[in-house]
């Protein structure tokens, strides 16, 4: 889960098929502390949005190299050739846009670090995507039929959200992923925290949402029974999160998905909910001291709050993963040991941590850039795993063994079994969801390997579905007391 697939330079190029277009996801470097799992959960949304798009007689196919099959299709050679890139794995995509092009293919980059940073992208492209890939793709297509591809496309995320086709889910290798029901309701979100990749310089991503009816028939239409929505954050419109609930509901599948911690303001709404299937949320606590959460202006309750929050979503039957940003400036040498006292005495379900990373063109990348803090723009460890500034009360080192003995303790066994549902019923299928996701990389490496991640996962996912309806049975009722009693294989949002 380390090595990209070798691209052979001797091979010789072979015919170019017209009207082929292939999509590519690169490799990226899998961090050893943290789960392989997570990488398999859904397919990249853009790219199968992107497809959707694609003219009837253009034939398009997805490639993800994190698959581990290989190296991307070239017989026949496709006649164009998208590649997302992200400043993670920059220097990979690089190299496929190299091979490609070498071989007569036409290229396309987009992604965020393409909009970030277009002059280092250019000198690889026959055409970079400068934004919203959905609205540029039909355009681009067109342009290479009619032989006057132009170098640079631009578009806004100003358009009708509600006009944008369902993914093309169809040509997915729907063996390799948990499941193929991405989702996404709403773009943008209220806060413009400073870290953040949505505060990017020239990114301006209104708040925009589709219509509940048009997300409930594409999660019915996908025939799986859980769906991951990757929104920013779903819970930024209260009012329009209730109405998608009532949507789901009906549906009688399970979910996850990101939400800030203030979606608790509202108790009526974290029922509501659970009532449509929610079984976990993936929570941006980022840190647990108020000073740094206002310095990234990160609009939340304060941290003191935090554990009676969680609570409520617990008593809903509604797992956590909480995500924290270690090396704020006001993080000193016990951050580390009193985030993890406190994710296990709040009994955390699963939980994330990044090294602060300040990504090109934020506003932390212009601070850190002034005050001469940055280490290096070697893109590749700027993956939130390495230290790539110099934090004001420790050195990168201590900060990056910190992060390691994070992943460490909360992925012990005895960490584990403090984190356990108070409730006895729940502790089953709690462990198995811990030991899966967190304890078995060796486990996980097979899986994707040959191809059994849907076929292993499907009957255990079936089965916290329909726990949860059970669950959600006596919650509607009001006999339910919570307490993780819904708790099932599928942790909230990984």
Same mark, same amino acid.
């Given at each position: 889960?380390?090595?990209?697939?070798?691209?052979?330079?001797?091979?010789?190029?072979?015919?170019?098929?017209?009207?082929?277009?292939?999509?590519?996801?690169?490799?990226?470097? $899998?961090?050893?502390?943290?789960?392989?799992?997570?990488?398999?959960?859904?397919?990249?949304?853009?790219?199968?949005?992107?497809?959707?798009?694609?003219?009837?007689?253009?034939?398009?196919?997805?490639?993800?190299?994190?698959?581990?099959?290989?190296?991307?299709?070239?017989?026949?050679?496709?006649?164009?050739?998208?590649?997302?890139?992200?400043?993670?794995?920059?220097?990979?995509?690089?190299?496929?846009?190299?091979?490609?092009?070498?071989?007569?293919? $036409?290229?396309?980059?987009?992604?965020?670090?393409?909009?970030?940073?277009?002059?280092?992208?250019?000198?690889?492209?026959?055409?970079?995507?400068?934004?919203?890939?959905?609205?540029?793709?039909? +355009?681009?297509?067109?342009?290479?039929?009619?032989?006057?591809?132009?170098?640079?496309?631009?578009? %806004?995320?100003?358009?009708?959200?509600?006009?944008?086709?369902?993914?093309?889910?169809?040509?997915?290798?729907?063996?390799?992923?948990?499941?193929?029901?991405?989702?996404?309701?709403?773009?943008?979100?209220?806060?413009?925290?400073? =870290?953040?990749?949505?505060? %990017?310089?020239?990114?301006?991503?209104?708040?925009?949402?589709?219509?509940?009816?048009?997300?409930?028939?594409?999660?019915?239409?996908?025939?799986?029974?859980?769906?991951?929505?990757?929104?920013?954050?779903?819970?930024?419109?209260?009012?329009?999160?209730? *109405?998608?609930?009532?949507?789901?509901?009906?549906?009688?599948?399970?979910?996850?998905?990101?939400?800030?911690?203030?979606?608790?303001?509202?108790?009526?709404?974290?029922?509501?909910? *659970?009532?449509?299937?929610?079984?976990?949320?993936?929570?941006?606590?980022?840190?647990?001291?108020?000073?740094?959460?206002?310095?990234?202006?990160?609009?939340?309750? $304060?941290?003191?709050?935090?554990?009676?929050?969680?609570?409520?979503?617990?008593?809903?039957?509604?797992?956590?993963?909480?995500? =924290?940003?270690?090396?704020?400036?006001?993080?000193? $040498?016990?951050?580390?040991?009193?985030?993890?006292?406190?994710?296990?005495?709040? +009994?955390?379900?699963?939980?994330?941590?990044?090294?602060?990373?300040?990504?090109?063109?934020?506003?932390? =990348?212009?601070?850190?850039?002034?005050?001469?803090?940055?280490?290096?723009?070697?893109?590749?460890?700027?993956?939130?795993?390495?230290?790539?500034?110099?934090?004001?009360?420790? %050195?990168?080192?201590?900060?990056?063994?910190?992060?390691?003995?994070?992943?460490?303790?909360?992925?012990?066994?005895?960490?584990?079994? +403090?984190?356990?549902?108070?409730?006895?019923?729940?502790?089953?299928?709690?462990?198995?969801?811990?030991?899966?996701?967190?304890?078995?990389?060796?486990l996980w490496r097979f899986l994707i390997g040959q191809h059994w991640v849907h076929g292993v996962w499907r009957p255990l996912v079936e089965v916290t579905r329909r726990r949860h309806l059970r669950f959600r049975a006596g919650l509607e009722a009001g006999r339910a007391e919570g307490r993780g009693v819904a &708790?099932?294989?599928?942790?909230?949002? &990984?």
């Amino acid at each position: 889960m380390s090595r990209a697939p070798f691209l052979d330079p001797e091979l010789p190029a072979g015919p170019v098929r017209p009207r082929y277009a292939l999509l590519i996801n690169p490799f990226y470097s $899998k961090d050893p502390h943290a789960s392989f799992g997570k990488h398999v959960l859904t397919p990249s949304l853009a790219l199968t949005s992107f497809a959707a798009t694609t003219p009837a007689h253009w034939r398009v196919e997805y490639w993800d190299e994190n698959l581990l099959d290989g190296r991307p299709p070239f017989e026949p050679l496709p006649e164009v050739v998208g590649i997302t890139v992200h400043l993670t794995f920059a220097e990979r995509a690089f190299a496929l846009a190299r091979w490609y092009r070498q071989r007569g293919c $036409k290229v396309i980059l987009g992604g965020l670090h393409v909009l970030s940073c277009p002059e280092e992208c250019a000198p690889f492209a026959d055409a970079l995507a400068l934004g919203d890939g959905v609205r540029l793709w039909p +355009r681009i297509l067109a342009d290479v039929e009619a032989g006057n591809l132009r170098s640079q496309y631009l578009a %806004t995320y100003e358009s009708d959200y509600r006009e944008d086709p369902a993914p093309r889910r169809s040509i997915l290798p729907r063996r390799s992923f948990l499941t193929t029901t991405s989702l996404i309701a709403t773009r943008g979100c209220h806060n413009r925290c400073g =870290f953040c990749y949505l505060a %990017t310089e020239g990114l301006r991503m209104p708040y925009r949402m589709r219509d509940p009816a048009q997300i409930a028939e594409e999660f019915a239409a996908d025939g799986q029974p859980y769906g991951v929505f990757v929104d920013n954050n779903l819970g930024s419109n209260r009012a329009y999160l209730r *109405a998608l609930c009532q949507a789901l509901r009906p549906l009688e599948k399970i979910w996850s998905a990101a939400v800030s911690i203030d979606v608790t303001d509202d108790l009526g709404l974290i029922r509501e909910m *659970a009532l449509a299937g929610c079984t976990g949320v993936f929570v941006g606590f980022e840190s647990l001291t108020d000073a740094n959460l206002a310095e990234a202006r990160k609009k939340s309750p $304060k941290a003191e709050d935090y554990a009676r929050r969680v609570r409520m979503l617990h008593d809903c039957g509604i797992q956590v993963n909480g995500s =924290f940003v270690l090396g704020f400036d006001h993080d000193r $040498k016990d951050v580390f040991a009193r985030t993890a006292e406190w994710v296990e005495e709040n +009994r955390l379900e699963c939980s994330t941590f990044h090294i602060l990373t300040p990504y090109p063109a934020t506003p932390l =990348f212009r601070q850190m850039e002034a005050e001469g803090r940055l280490l290096h723009r070697d893109w590749a460890r700027y993956d939130t795993a390495h230290a790539v500034f110099r934090p004001k009360h420790m %050195t990168p080192e201590e900060l990056e063994r910190g992060y390691a003995w994070m992943y460490e303790r909360l992925f012990s066994h005895a960490s584990i079994w +403090r984190r356990r549902p108070a409730d006895w019923r729940a502790v089953g299928p709690y462990l198995g969801m811990s030991y899966l996701y967190k304890r078995s990389n060796w486990l996980w490496r097979f899986l994707i390997g040959q191809h059994w991640v849907h076929g292993v996962w499907r009957p255990l996912v079936e089965v916290t579905r329909r726990r949860h309806l059970r669950f959600r049975a006596g919650l509607e009722a009001g006999r339910a007391e919570g307490r993780g009693v819904a &708790v099932g294989v599928v942790s909230g949002g &990984v």
